[in-house]
């Protein structure tokens, strides 16, 4: 068998497998979690069709379908999961226009609510019981939630450090939530190994990263999806995309500029995008990198955001997990073959043919 370009299987290293039929994460309270379950199958297979082999799942149904993709029941790649997603009352991922009883009793809401250290502790060890790989918690406001706004920290510096011991005694890395440059700061100076979209990093924030050795996943695919999106999406959602896109593009710049570890994700979410997850390869090049720069990022860099968790995965090397893919197009010519998964045309992962 010939194919073109031979490549490592992708890491999309911040994807959510939901099952939602809209952009609205409210219709999680009202849908049935038997319902979302199967489309959140449906929307792993594609994502490996896609190319990603490898994914670390930040909030989702990952975990409690990791296993049936593990033993062959169902199609999609390997899932790393942080199960529910940390957050402060009133926070990201709290809902706010719902009382707060059906927030805290729903199964499938995203979200798991902790204020005061000794909560957090105690929702950092519920998430290790259900044998989470990354701990992935709220340092700032959202695009998506109501009515926190993207810039403000949201858990103090005494719970973001306790968070971070919590999870690091059980050898997991945290990955934060941020937009805001005070929940950057604040998330980075506690520890915590990744920042997730840091809309508003600034260059003395970015040394501080590269210094510390800090991964930055800036999940450019989403928010150049929002833009796009004033219709489908909530109005609040759509203004505070507005809001953060071109700072988020400049930090993009600023993280590359200064030497930041940079892995790729995605923060897919919605229904209709999952297998267009390798166009943030396009998104690193434009901010800067190189093409062979971004193919590294979207491959072998994806583990390193597991640390101690992570797999030997993301290189072609003898004793790594035979997770390969081949495509149609050079992508050290040609970066617009990404994002497609038609020009995807062979996946292997484990070493079986999936596609």
Request: proline share 4%.
């Amino acid at each position: 068998m010939d194919v073109p370009v031979v490549l490592p299987g992708l890491w999309d290293s911040h994807i959510h497998f939901i099952g939602l039929t809209t952009a609205d994460m409210h219709d999680m309270l009202h849908t049935a979690i038997a319902e979302m379950a199967v489309r959140a199958a449906a929307d792993a297979a594609a994502t490996l069709d896609g190319g990603v082999t490898s994914v670390r799942e930040v909030g989702g149904f990952g975990l409690d379908f990791a296993a049936a993709i593990n033993d062959g029941s169902v199609r999609g790649p390997t899932i790393h999961g942080a199960g529910r997603i940390l957050s402060t009352t009133g926070g990201h991922a709290d809902g706010h226009s719902y009382d707060l009883d059906i927030i805290e009793s729903a199964p499938q809401w995203l979200g798991e609510i902790c204020d005061g250290v000794p909560s957090c502790l105690k929702v950092v060890r519920k998430q290790l019981r259900r044998n989470a790989k990354v701990i992935k918690i709220c340092a700032s406001g959202g695009v998506m939630s109501e009515i926190d706004h993207p810039i403000h920290q949201q858990f103090s510096d005494d719970e973001l450090r306790a968070i971070v011991d919590e999870a690091w005694r059980a050898e997991r890395f945290v990955a934060a939530h941020t937009h805001g440059l005070p929940g950057i700061r604040a998330a980075v100076e506690a520890g915590c190994q990744t920042i997730e979209h840091g809309s508003y990093l600034d260059e003395e924030t970015a040394m501080l990263m590269a210094e510390r050795g800090t991964i930055f996943v800036p999940t450019r695919f989403v928010v150049n999806q929002i833009l796009g999106m004033e219709g489908a999406l909530p109005r609040y959602a759509y203004e505070k995309g507005v809001m953060v896109a071109d700072h988020h593009a400049q930090a993009m710049k600023i993280a590359i500029a200064n030497g930041v570890t940079i892995a790729m994700g995605t923060d897919i979410f919605i229904p209709g995008l999952y297998g267009q997850n390798g166009a943030e390869i396009r998104f690193l090049q434009d901010a800067g990198m190189t093409a062979l720069e971004a193919i590294e990022v979207a491959t072998a860099n994806g583990p390193l955001t597991l640390g101690p968790q992570a797999p030997l995965s993301g290189q072609l090397r003898e004793g790594f997990d035979a997770d390969v893919i081949a495509i149609d197009f050079n992508p050290l010519e040609d970066n617009a073959g990404w994002g497609d998964p038609d020009r995807v045309t062979h996946v292997w992962k484990s070493g079986r043919r999936e596609k």
